[in-house]
């Protein structure tokens, strides 16, 4: 019998609080797009979701229009490695380059 009562509180309780939850998540959309934070979030997705140009590319890598593909692979790779050797995946030449 306190099983059974134990397991309905329980039941009540995960629904009551399940609907709260889903209230306040409501509520903080509501006030996210009353404030622009979902615009600038979008934004922001967009902005980063954006493909390196070939030219920025060839810039980084240090190789012309008319490198060979063994040789970008070669540069691509030291700068790889380098990269991952100083902890970083980030190109280290494209900051100091500019």
């Known amino acids: ?4 009562i134990l397991a309905n509180l329980i039941v009540i ?3 009551i609080l399940g609907r709260a ?6 509520q903080a959309l509501a006030n996210a797009s009353k404030s622009g934070v ?10 980063a979701s954006k493909i390196m ?3 920025e590319a060839r810039q980084i ?3 012309t229009e008319h490198s060979s593909w063994a040789e ?10 380098q990269n991952a050797k100083n902890g970083s995946f980030l190109p280290s030449v494209k900051g100091s380059s500019s």
């Open 1 to 4: 019998m306190a099983a059974r």
């Open 13 to 15: 309780g995960t629904g």
């Open 21 to 26: 939850v889903f209230q306040a998540y409501r």
């Open 38 to 47: 979902a615009q600038e979030t979008v934004q922001n997705i967009r902005r």
């Open 53 to 55: 140009a070939e030219p």
């Open 61 to 63: 890598l240090g190789v």
């Open 72 to 81: 970008i692979l070669k540069k691509y790779d030291n700068l790889f490695e």
